[in-house]
């Protein structure tokens, strides 16, 4: 399983035209699911999203966590963050989860979350969205189950 997340001031995601999803300042994440995932890893992996200090204190230090600014999240699903790149110029998505793997793992993390996080918003699953946000920083992390387990 694999999250980007992105700090934001503020990030969106619409889908046919109409917002589906939308927060303030908290976390964009992008989620990617392979066909080894299981709920044990999600659970692994929320954890670690939820309680990651990556907001800036009162004296400029990134300590504090989600809840400590009451932040918000946007999950977004992604089955892109499995790309395989060592062929050719065309990406191949064999390493990304199957369709009912991938889903029934997403809503369980929207699930999860949202037990945790008062504001969790959402894309669509399988959907062609279009996100925009705010990056604040920028700050990005790219964290991948097989790192943290």
Do not use: H, W
Not at 17 to 35: A, E, M, P, R, T
Not at 59 to 72: F, M, Q, R, V, W
Not at 111 to 129: H, L, N, S, W
């Amino acid at each position: 399983m694999r999250f980007v997340i992105q700090r934001v001031t503020s990030a969106s995601v619409k889908v046919e035209g109409d917002v589906c999803g939308k927060i303030n300042q908290g976390f964009l994440v992008f989620i990617g699911v392979s066909n080894e995932d299981t709920k044990e890893i999600a659970d692994k992996m929320i954890d670690k999203l939820i309680k990651m200090r990556i907001f800036a204190d009162e004296n400029d230090k990134t300590n504090l966590s989600l809840a400590d600014i009451k932040g918000e999240l946007l999950l977004i699903s992604q089955f892109t963050l499995y790309a395989n790149c060592k062929k050719g110029n065309r990406p191949s998505f064999t390493d990304a989860g199957n369709y009912e793997i991938a889903n029934g793992l997403y809503e369980y993390i929207i699930k999860k979350c949202r037990e945790r996080v008062p504001v969790v918003q959402t894309g669509i699953f399988g959907a062609d969205m279009k996100v925009s946000i705010e990056n604040d920083g920028p700050f990005t992390i790219i964290l991948d189950s097989k790192e943290i387990m």
